[in-house]
């Protein structure tokens, strides 16, 4: 098996790319060994290399984010956890990490389902992907008085360049296919 790693506009964060299908479908983000360790038998073993503060589950694709140590220094021990994990043939996430719920519930004020049907549209095939690409994800929580709340995860998530991404990007982008959005922020 080779996995291949790719950097991310985030420097703590890195991607790695085992050559398979990581998630069917949606995401897993996890932020704490302890969140981890009841859902996912991998990300629990990845929190107990010392530096690892972050595991992120994508389609085909782990990002793990650190702090202290360097990247050169952490590295194998990833790599290694993580082809032992798939080489053993087991599932990322276990029983009960499939059972979870996704997130907390989306809030907006009713009448506005159309625009909030727009603004997950355009999330869903212009923003999403892009992230995705940078070993993220960003989705909707929540559209009130002209403001998107998105929920940053994965490279995003504690990201230098996140600021620029949500207010030049994605607010821009809203802004001009919906005209009701004055503000993104991140929640």
């Known amino acids: 098996m080779f996995i291949q790693t790719e950097a991310t506009p985030n420097p703590a964060t890195l991607k790695f790319l085992p050559g398979r299908v990581v998630m069917e479908s949606g995401t897993a983000d996890f932020r704490d060994g302890d969140e981890a360790g009841a859902s996912s038998p991998l990300a629990a073993k990845l929190f107990g290399i010392p530096g690892v503060t972050g595991v992120f589950y994508g389609y085909d694709f782990i990002t793990v984010s650190k702090d202290g140590p360097e990247w050169q220094h952490l590295k194998p021990a990833i790599l290694g956890t993580i082809m032992e994990h798939f080489m053993s043939g087991q599932s990322v996430l276990s029983q009960a990490g499939q059972d979870v719920p996704v997130g907390a519930e989306e809030f ?35 559209f009130r008085d002209g403001k998107v709340f998105l929920h940053m995860k994965g490279a995003c998530a504690g990201c230098p360049s996140s600021t620029a991404t949500l207010k030049h990007g994605i607010q821009n982008l809203l802004k001009h296919f919906v005209p009701e959005v004055r503000e993104v922020e991140a929640v």
Do not use: S, Y
């Not at 907006?108 to 994800?137: H, M, N, S, W, Y």
């Open 108 to 142: 907006f004020e009713p009448g506005d389902e159309t625009l909030v049907a727009t603004i997950k549209e355009l999330l869903e095939t212009r923003v999403r992907p892009a992230v995705a690409q940078d070993g993220g994800d960003i989705t909707f929580r929540g």
